[in-house]
């Protein structure tokens, strides 16, 4: 856990940019910024070995959009936290099939299947860090 501004910024705590001494730099897009989202998203592309319990799939920054594709024999189950994934708020890829493009800004999705599943995510990024969204994991009014 950081106190100072820098710290925080360094850690991806806090939105904007830091300047190469490790003061604050001028103020980076935030979470509601438009023009992070009309603009193409950078690329992100991961393939996951599935070990059979639900884990998470980390962002480096905010998403755009997510495409799950599922490559195992299996239907998986994909949500935004772990008590979605595990009650019933998720949503289901079939075996063998990918899911349709969710135009969704998140920081991570989490994942469960059978433990020898292969999927891939692929999706777009934005410029904005993820420190700049409320933290939904740990919130126990967030109905995702």
């Avoid at 992100?44 to 980390?58: K, L, Q, S, Y």
């Amino acid at each position: 856990m950081a106190y100072y501004d820098a710290d925080k910024r360094r850690a991806g705590e806090l939105p904007g940019r830091t300047h190469f001494s490790g003061s604050v730099g001028p103020a980076g897009p935030g979470e509601k910024s438009s023009g992070e989202y009309i603009v193409s998203g950078l690329p992100f592309a991961t393939t996951v070995a599935h070990d059979g319990n639900t884990n998470e799939i980390t962002f480096p920054n905010l998403t755009q959009w997510i495409i799950v594709s599922n490559a195992g024999a299996a239907t998986m189950k994909i949500g935004f936290t772990s008590g979605g994934v595990d009650g019933e708020e998720h949503f289901v890829v079939p075996a063998t099939s990918t899911s349709p493009k969710f135009d969704v800004r998140t920081k991570s999705i989490w994942y469960d299947g059978t433990s020898t599943q292969t999927f891939s995510v692929i999706a777009g990024l934005t410029a904005v860090t993820t420190g700049s969204i409320p933290d939904t994991q740990h919130n126990p009014y967030w109905g995702v």
